[in-house]
């Protein structure tokens, strides 16, 4: 019935942003026309957590190593706004993208439900 899904980033600099999803992540894309790019993402997952009010949504992208991961993208000029934290579930950092919003990045110590 489902067979994927797709991720909307709301960006004040649409242009800076797909340039790092191409050009810094490595993102295989396609153009759907006007320059408008859709990024090829890994495998994904999706978690459902209590909230307050309308609720919200949150982009976190996951990774094997995140030490290594931060130090290959702290190379290629990414900016990391806060250091890799310990939780029960995983190591957590936060990178800023060119426009300006903050994306999450992630190594999970949980079981990770795309290998399912």
Not at 4 to 15: E, L, N
Not at 42 to 60: I, K, N, Q, T
Not at 69 to 76: D, F, G, I, N, P
């Amino acid at each position: 019935m489902i067979n994927g899904a797709h991720v909307v980033i709301h960006s004040r600099d649409a242009a800076a942003d797909r340039a790092f999803f191409r050009d810094v992540l490595g993102c295989a894309h396609v153009d759907a026309g006007g320059g408008w790019l859709i990024f090829k993402l890994p495998p994904a997952e999706v978690a459902v957590h209590p909230g307050e009010g309308a609720g919200a949504h949150e982009l976190f992208l996951m990774c094997d190593d995140v030490a290594e991961t931060v130090r290959e993208l702290t190379a290629r000029g990414v900016e990391f706004v806060e250091p890799v934290t310990e939780l029960s579930w995983g190591l957590l950092t936060t990178l800023r993208l060119p426009g300006g919003s903050l994306l999450r990045l992630y190594e999970p110590r949980h079981e990770r439900a795309h290998a399912l």
